[in-house]
């Protein structure tokens, strides 16, 4: 069965630090690869997605994460954190087939809540 | 873009009662959609897949009786909890999946169940 590990349960840095946060696998094959992030209260919102190519994924608000295959890992990491990147957030997995029946849904790690000092 | 609503946003009902929760996916068609519930301090669990037109297929474990799911159009999939009662009280959150093309999921905002 697939899972998702992200060990770090909460996580504190300085505001201008920069920020990892980890993300391990487990599946059959290379899934899709999600982080989201969610405030307190709020919807998920998608801050980049792996589906294949090149291992280091772009994404919105100055976020990347990077595939390593060998390592089942799917790291997210900021070079410099801003307050309001406090949230929590979340890895997931998908499965990879397009078209497939399952497409779309997602198993996610337990969440990294993010703390931001000024 | 790709915008999925969820209403409402926050809802109290009293133990016995039912609620509805509904997902409307605003400008695509969805013939899938998913519904996850999040539990206090914890990740979020898929409960449920529901395809436009026919039964859900519910995740082990989850009660389909009292989690009943209906996704009668393209646009829209229903969550209504039966008979509720205060440990249903949770996070529930619906994605929704594109008809055709080769996109992720898209999230609903939420919807707070307290029960009381």
Not at chain 1, 50 to 62: A, H, R
Not at chain 1, 107 to 118: M, N, Y
Not at chain 2, 31 to 51: C, E, G, V
Not at chain 2, 71 to 79: I, V
């Amino acid at each position: 069965a697939q899972s998702v590990t992200q060990p770090d349960i909460h996580i504190t840095v300085s505001e201008g630090a920069s920020l990892e946060l980890r993300c391990n696998y487990s599946y059959g094959a290379t899934p899709y690869l999600f982080w989201y992030v969610q405030s307190p209260g709020q919807g998920l919102q998608l801050l980049l997605k792996y589906f294949s190519g090149d291992t280091l994924v772009q994404g919105i608000k100055g976020f990347e994460a990077e595939f390593k295959r060998s390592q089942s890992s799917f790291n997210l990491r900021k070079p410099s954190v801003h307050w309001s990147d406090a949230a929590e957030y979340f890895c997931a997995v998908g499965p990879p087939n397009a078209g497939g029946t399952s497409y779309g849904k997602l198993t996610f790690g337990q969440g990294t809540i993010l703390t931001v000092h000024p | 873009g790709a915008v999925v609503s969820q209403h409402p946003s926050r809802v109290i009902c009293k133990s016995g009662t039912s609620v509805k929760i509904e997902c409307r996916s605003l400008d695509f068609q969805a013939t899938t959609m998913f519904w996850y519930r999040q539990f206090p301090k914890k990740s979020l669990m898929l409960m449920a897949t529901s395809n436009e037109g026919s039964k859900a297929t519910y995740e082990q474990g989850v009660e389909k009786d009292k989690f009943l799911i209906n996704h009668a159009s393209l646009t829209l999939s229903t969550l209504t909890v039966t008979s509720a009662h205060p440990e249903d009280s949770s996070f529930y959150i619906c994605s929704a999946r594109r008809q055709g093309g080769y996109t992720e999921a898209f999230f609903g905002q939420g919807t707070r169940l307290t029960v009381v």
